[in-house]
């Protein structure tokens, strides 16, 4: 059974750091497409971040320039390393496979 596992999410203050990483188990991630979507109370899924199988990437406009996606072939693990966080990305941040299979999600708090 295709698993995704999200890690990494946690309280961390406003301007902070965090890396998400999402494991997977049974399927090779560097086969597929990945991406981050993030789901705060109230609000709409919204994807995050991209990464194909070539290793492109892209970013939803909010986070150019602070979110990174990247993969690690030997550990068949995508991260998501954000940087200087505000209270606007809190929230669930699960990984999603091409073909529809997501984690249960890391949640991110942003305090001020």
């Known amino acids: 059974q295709v698993q995704l596992v999200e890690s990494g999410g946690e309280s961390v203050e406003s301007g902070g750091s965090l890396r998400l990483s999402c494991a997977a188990s049974?399927?090779?991630?560097?086969?597929?497409?990945m991406k981050w979507f993030r789901q705060a109370p109230g609000k709409e899924r919204e994807g995050v971040a991209n990464i194909d199988y070539r290793g492109s990437t892209t970013y939803t406009d909010s986070v150019k320039g602070r979110f990174t996606i990247s993969r690690d072939n030997a550990k068949n693990t995508v991260y998501l390393q954000m940087n200087r966080l505000g209270s606007e990305d809190a929230g669930l941040y699960f990984c999603?496979?091409?073909?529809?299979?997501r984690g249960q999600g890391t949640q991110v708090t942003v305090s001020s």
């Open positions: 999603v496979a091409q073909g529809g299979v």
């Open positions: 049974v399927i090779i991630l560097s086969n597929y497409c």
